[in-house]
């Protein structure tokens, strides 16, 4: 299932996302939830063994 969100972010960051999926061919929605899965994967993966 899929959940719409909003946030809010300073303009730069906005310009700088606007630049990055330019640059790839993505909308701001697909550069954005691939930035977020990287994110999670990565946080996950650096992870220790309790």
């Given at each position: 299932?899929?959940?719409?969100?909003?946030?809010?972010?300073?303009?730069?960051?906005?310009?700088?996302?606007?630049?990055?999926?330019?640059?790839?061919?993505?909308?701001?929605?697909?550069?954005?939830?691939?930035?977020?899965?990287?994110?999670?994967?990565?946080?996950?993966?650096?992870?220790?063994?309790n």
């Amino acid at each position: 299932m899929r959940k719409v969100i909003s946030v809010r972010l300073r303009e730069d960051i906005v310009k700088e996302i606007d630049s990055k999926c330019k640059e790839m061919g993505l909308n701001r929605t697909e550069f954005i939830k691939k930035a977020l899965e990287f994110y999670i994967d990565n946080k996950n993966n650096g992870k220790k063994a309790n």
